[in-house]
């Protein structure tokens, strides 16, 4: 039967396959990247799949198991976002950020309990929780590139470019990278929240009850959606359209954990993951 302490095997056997992707990549070897990536993939859901059957409930409860779908989905979103755009530089971001969230369960490990309140049996709450954690994924990748943009920006104004043409032309496509990734997450996010109401429907018997958690989500939500509109306007600012997508990360990261440490929520918020 797998247990927590396998982790270790499948998750290192499951970076250095990702890193490898992510090095091919960088070589212009697209077959070897897109293989060692989906392979990657492949091991690490392998365990999951394992907990899954050993819990006897997909591991979506706790927050280090909710983490095990970030760690997949950061690399998935990188390999779907390379096979779209070809981006280099998103396999290893994925792999890296994929590697955070894998260190910190392995050196904070959870106790994972077969039990699952009546309310997470509910067909909705894994597609609803994969699919949200697939937003993340890709929502964290937009972010990236927003603070690269910001510190780009500042680091062109004080050493100029070579042409102002080329410097501009790839500047708009960078901008356009940034807009795509969050057009994808927001697009998951939503989705999720239908996902979510359908939960919320069958197990309390609405779809919105503006519970903690669901109140975050909204303002994460419309947050995103700021982004993108205000992206439209045509006269925004680019840097502070970055700031309103570097903002909305901070509320998402409030959605996603930062909820549990909330009095509001503790006691009231069927949410809040525990042990």
Known sequence: MMTWDHFIYFATAAVLLWATGAWAAWKNRARMAYAMTILGLLVFFGFILSMWVSLERPPLRTMGETRLWYSLFLPLAGITVYSRWRYKW??????????????????????????????????????????????????????VMALYLLVKGDRSQETGVRSQET???????????????????????????????????????????????????AITWFAYLVYVHYRQLPTHKPKLALWVLIVSFVLLQMCWWGINYLPSAQGSSVHVYGD
Not at 108 to 134: C, D, G, N, R
Not at 184 to 206: D, N, P, Q, R, Y
């Open 167 to 217: 410097g501009d032309r790839r500047r708009e496509t960078e901008y356009e990278i940034t807009d795509n990734l969050v057009y994808v997450g927001l697009a998951f996010m939503t989705i999720g929240m239908l996902f979510g109401a359908l939960w919320a429907k069958e197990a309390w018997g609405h779809y919105w009850s503006w519970d903690p958690k669901e109140t975050w989500a």
């Open 90 to 143: 998103i396999l290893l971001f994925t792999t890296v950020l994929s590697l955070v969230f894998i260190c910190v369960n392995l050196f904070k490990p959870e106790i994972h309990s077969k039990t699952l309140m009546p309310a997470l049996q509910s067909a909705w709450f894994a597609p609803h929780v994969i699919v949200y954690m697939m937003a993340y994924a890709v929502l964290g990748a937009a972010t």
